[in-house]
């Protein structure tokens, strides 16, 4: 069974920096498209990026393009958000999710993924 682990959260002043990591135990990532999502207080959940099991194709929501930066390290079984320039709205906890059935593939959809992990705080605030 695919257990996730999300890290990296924290409180950061606007314009800060996180780097946040999901990492897997036991099984192998590099056959899993991995996405990230958030969801900030009475809000929805929303896909905020995503990347296939190759790394060959990345996907960023609107509201993060050109700001947070995702990658994978198959070899150290992890997954990264680079998020930068980030803002009061980028409030949220934020989840990693993977799928297996769609090789070559990431979506940015919540149905899209049958493993999740349990969330890291992120809290944007000066």
């Known amino acids: 069974q695919l257990q996730l682990v999300e890290s990296g959260g924290g409180l950061v002043q606007p314009g800060g920096s996180l780097r946040l990591s999901c990492a897997a135990s036991?099984?192998?990532?590099?056959?899993?498209?991995i996405g990230w999502f958030r969801q900030a207080p009475g809000k929805e959940r929303e896909g905020v990026s995503c990347?296939?099991?190759?790394?060959?194709?990345?996907k960023y929501s609107d509201s993060v393009n050109g700001r947070f930066t995702i990658s994978r390290d198959n070899a150290k079984n992890t997954v990264y958000l680079q998020m930068n320039s980030l803002k009061p709205e980028d409030t949220a906890v934020y989840y990693c999710a993977a799928d297996r059935r769609r090789p070559g593939y990431c979506s940015l959809q919540n149905g899209n993924y049958n493993y999740w992990g349990q969330g890291t705080q992120v809290t944007v605030s000066s």
């Open positions: 036991r099984v192998t990532l590099e056959y899993y498209a």
């Open positions: 990347i296939s099991n190759s790394g060959g194709i990345t």
